[in-house]
């Protein structure tokens, strides 16, 4: 079976690349270079919560690549840890669909074109992160559904509360309505890890902190492709710039087979 893996890793200044598993911590990241010094950002572009009504500016992945790569406030380096981080302030430019904005990442392949996966096979995002800051809720990652039809949705989101709950919400249908699982609590602040998975094309395999639990996946879902996003999709609004969500990514990992 044909097995290809897109792994973002985090590497020393000095050339010495770290190892970097589905779901692990890159320890020597180098706090002074763009995320793309430290991560493989050639299979993801970048939205961020800026730009005009309804038409959120998207970064390409050759903008993002490199030590000299993109970056601002919304996505940056922490000059602290090197963590690649996402900010998404509740006021800010949105998508047609959506009334949040967002500071995330959408899975690309890397000719450029956008993921648009079918359910069959196996299909894994992992990663290690902190939520840093969040005023009410957070998606840190979500297989959200390509072509196949007319619907906007995600097939699952994975949302990090400010009580420190992790939730998962998977969709009943591509015309809506969500399922909330409480899957795990961490406090604001600390690392944690997630990988959100599908394999044999009808079950979501959803794996936090080391605990899985799985999810069949409605037949009403089979005509859709599907892809991968990461970072912050901040979950509330208001007039505030100052209010939001911050997340840091330590490790991030998408692997097809």
Known sequence: MKHHSKLLTAAAAAGVAV???????????????????????????????????????????????????????????????????????????????????????????PDGSAANWSLSGSHKLSATLRVVSVTSNVCVGQIHLGTGGSSTKPLIELYYHSNGDIVAGTENSPSGGQTLHTVGHVSVGKTWTYSIGVSGGHTIDLTVNGSTTHYAIPSSFDPYKQYFKAGSYNQSSSDSTTNGARVAFYGLAVAHS
């Open 19 to 109: 190892a970097l598993g589905l779901g692990g911590t890159a320890d020597a990241a180098d706090p002074g270079v763009a995320p793309g010094g430290n991560f493989n950002l050639s299979v993801w572009e970048l939205q961020e919560p800026v730009g005009n009504p309804g038409s959120p500016t998207t970064i390409p992945s050759s903008r993002l690549q490199g030590a000299n790569g993109f970056q601002d406030s919304y996505f940056y380096t922490d000059t602290r840890d090197g963590a690649m981080t996402f900010w998404a302030p509740e006021k800010g430019v949105t998508t047609p669909n959506s009334n949040y904005a967002r500071s995330e990442l959408r899975e690309m392949n």
